[in-house]
Every structure is written in structure tokens, then in C-alpha cells.
């Protein structure tokens, strides 16, 4: 199993990534770029252009393209990992790693509420996020980034169990209404402590995923005023459009929505906030893994779901999957930018798709050919083993 501890990478480390067909920026004020080289030093993003204008020399790396499509490595803005590569739902292992290869490179946690035994005490809860925190920067399959340690909160935490959590380097909070607290004026104020902090908080939106988590409704959801509405498509069960639409126009929070909800729901949303012109709000999740499973390709599948039925430029899509994401949850990867993280996944129209191009085959609904992720400036993996082979495959030359 491809596995690593967290490792700074070299300083002086250059990377060449040369041919790039098609340059998808993140940035939804302009998804694509005008260019076909990208230049890496120590893992950041130093240059991008036109090859002739580019100094490449003296790199250490050099992939060439062979014109395949370049995007920022696609984020998971929510997942529910529980310890090392294995989730005891599904019971199913490597699901980090075979993320990977859907041209993820960074995933968020919404919480880790699968662990077995899952302390509902405000010590214990404290502990497992700490753990949690740790565990998952220590442990990178592939090199993927994972942002754990996301505490579910419970109605007996004070405003210094957040101080003390910041201090110890949580940032996240789970889903609000997956623990105790359900009702808007608690999760309020325990949602302001924790910014106060610099957690940033999510919730969980819509009817209850399984027996024992409730309802959280459209008038808690604004009240509670998390960074981000988490699923606003719900974990299964969504709410009635009216109160999606109430949400939508009552906040200016991001609008995750994500596989493992309701397809119709999000198609509604990504609509909703189409039509209020603000579509850099829509960020992508998978939800997983949960009782619908574990999706490796859960980020490319929103994507390609949202361009083909939703009507949107799969460019535009792209960007719902990147750099949305990373402004709304303040990351350094998800834009082609430079000073960016090299977080790259090397993708191309899949053989026999009807389109004929990579846009046109994400917009028809195919899922695109992987055929390299690159993290930190360091090639991960190349042709990836669960996407349909791409067209054109970029090749490492030294
Ligand atoms: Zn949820």
C-alpha cells in the first residue's frame, strides 16, 4: 500500500510539466489559461506560460504532457475517515489511496463519527479530534492531504474547550447535528467560539443519515451560520426546495453539495446559485465514506453530473472541485496559481466517449481518463487503475 509520513519537500526540488493540451485554472473567474507549461520549485507553483517564455531548465522533473488536460488535484470538501486507510463502513480499506486515483489530492473531514466506540464526552471528544488531527497529518497515502480532527460538538462544551482545541492545531469542526447539539441558538454560539478560534465549522443539512441523527432544517442551518452549509443537497434526504432556496439567498456561506445526497437537490442549487450570479459558493463533496459506499471517482462523477445535466461548462465545473473549495476553506492548493501548492491531476477526454474533447466528453457525463496526480510537486501515481483510460497519457521523462 502506498503510504508516507508528512516529509517537507525539498527546497530546491524543480518540476516541468510541459505539452499541457488544455490548462484548467480552479478559478472561476477564468477556468482556463492561455498556457501549456507549468515550472515548480520545492512543491509551489513558480511560473506558468507558454513554454518558450518559460525557464524549465536545471529541472529535477520533467513530465511531458503529450497535450492531455491539466486541472488543480480536485478537493474533497467532506469525508468521514476513521484511522489509517480503513472505514469500518463498508469495511472497506485503501479507500484514501483509491481516492487518489479519482484525481483527489486533498480531502477534508466532516467529522470522524464512524469510529467505533466514539466518545460523546467532552474530554474524550477532545482527545479523538487531537488524535485525529495528528494521526491524519503524520499519515498521507500517496501523499494525499487529509484535513482530520473535526470534533462533532456536544451541548456541555464551553468556550474554552474551543481555545484549548485551536491550540492544540484543530481547525475544523464536524457537522454540527451529527452530536447533541441540533437546535440554532447552541450551535450558534459554539459555531462563533470556534471561528473565534479559527475552526472553521460546517453542518449537517437536510434529514437524519441514519438512525439516531435528526433533522436539521433551514432555520437552523441560518442560524447556526457555519463557514459551510455541508451537503445543502442533504446526507440522503434533502429539504423542500423552498427551504434550499431560503438558504441559498438567506446566507452568503459556501453551498457544498455532494454524491452521496440528492442528485436532484443539487442540480437545484448549483441552479439557484447560478441564477443569483453566484456560482463561486457551489463546492463539491462526496459524503463517503457512509451507507452509500465509498467513491474513488465520487469528485469526478459531481463534476461530469453538474456539467451534463446542470447545463454548466465542465470548465466552470472544474472549478467547483478546486479552487471554489480552496477559498472557501482557506487552503493553499485548488488554483493554478503561482505560490500555489503543485497539487496537479493530468487528465484527457476517456477513449471511446462520445465527445471529442475532454470538455465535451465531462459534458456529455463521461467521466475523463486519469492519467497522472501530482502532489506537492512529486508524480504519485500515473495512469490511474479506476478511471477508463485516457486518450493521451503524460509520461515522466527524468
Ligand atoms: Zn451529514
Not at 38 to 52: L, M, P, Q
Not at 195 to 210: A, E, F, L, N
Not at 265 to 277: K, S
Request: charged share 20%; proline share 6%.
Amino acid at each position: 500500500m502506498a503510504q508516507e509520513t508528512t516529509s517537507a519537500a525539498d527546497p530546491d526540488a524543480k518540476l516541468a510539466i510541459r505539452n499541457i493540451g488544455l490548462l484548467l485554472s480552479g478559478d472561476i473567474g477564468r477556468p482556463i489559461l492561455e498556457a501549456d507549461t507549468i515550472v515548480a520549485v520545492g512543491g509551489r507553483i513558480t511560473a506558468i506560460g507558454r513554454g518558450s517564455e518559460i525557464d524549465a531548465e536545471g529541472a529535477a522533473t520533467v513530465i511531458d504532457a503529450h497535450g492531455c488536460g491539466l486541472a488543480p488535484g480536485l478537493i474533497d470538501s467532506h469525508v468521514h475517515p476513521v484511522a489509517g486507510d480503513w472505514t469500518p463502513r463498508q469495511s472497506q480499506l485503501n479507500w484514501i489511496d483509491s481516492t487518489l486515483h479519482g484525481g483527489v489530492t486533498t480531502m477534508i473531514s466532516a467529522g470522524e463519527v464512524h469510529t467505533p466506540g466514539r466518545p460523546r464526552d467532552v474530554v474524550g471528544l477532545k482527545a479523538m479530534a487531537i488524535f485525529a488531527q495528528r494521526a491524519f497529518t503524520a499519515f498521507r497515502p500517496g501523499g494525499m492531504k487529509i484535513h482530520a480532527g473535526a470534533p462533532v460538538i456536544e451541548p456541555e462544551m464551553e468556550e474554552h474547550d474551543f481555545k484549548e482545541l485551536a491550540d492544540a492545531g484543530v481547525r475544523l469542526l464536524g457537522e454540527v447535528g451529527l452530536g447533541g447539539v441540533k437546535d440554532g441558538p447552541t450551535a450558534r454560539r459554539m459555531v462563533a467560539w470556534a471561528r473565534k478560534y479559527g475552526i472553521q465549522s460546517t453542518i449537517h443539512t437536510g434529514g437524519p443519515s441514519i438512525p439516531g441523527s435528526g433533522l436539521i432544517d433551514s432555520a437552523v442551518v441560518l442560524e447556526a451560520d457555519t463557514d459551510v452549509v455541508g451537503h445543502v443537497n442533504g446526507g440522503h434526504t434533502a429539504l423542500p426546495d423552498r427551504e434550499i432556496r431560503c438558504i441559498c439567498e438567506g446566507c452568503q456561506r459556501g453551498l457544498e453539495l455532494v454524491h452521496n445526497g440528492n442528485e436532484r437537490a443539487a442540480l437545484y442549487t448549483m441552479r439557484m446559485a447560478r441564477d443569483m450570479g453566484q456560482l463561486e459558493r457551489v463546492i463539491l463533496g462526496t459524503d463517503g465514506p457512509a451507507g452509500s459506499g465509498v467513491q474513488p471517482l465520487g469528485i469526478l462523477r459531481m463534476i461530469a453530473m453538474l456539467s451534463s445535466l446542470g447545463d454548466v461548462p465542465a470548465e466552470v465545473a472544474f472549478c467547483f472541485g478546486t479552487g471554489n473549495t480552496a477559498r472557501t476553506r482557506g487552503l493553499d492548493t485548488g488554483l493554478i496559481e503561482v505560490g500555489r501548492a503543485a497539487d496537479f491531476v493530468l487528465l484527457d477526454r476517456a477513449q471511446h466517449s462520445a465527445g471529442r474533447d475532454l470538455l465535451e466528453c465531462v459534458q456529455l457525463g463521461d467521466l475523463p481518463g486519469v492519467g497522472m496526480v501530482v502532489i506537492d510537486g512529486t508524480p504519485r501515481i500515473g495512469r490511474s487503475r479506476n478511471t477508463p483510460p485516457a486518450d493521451k497519457v503524460p509520461e515522466v521523462l527524468a
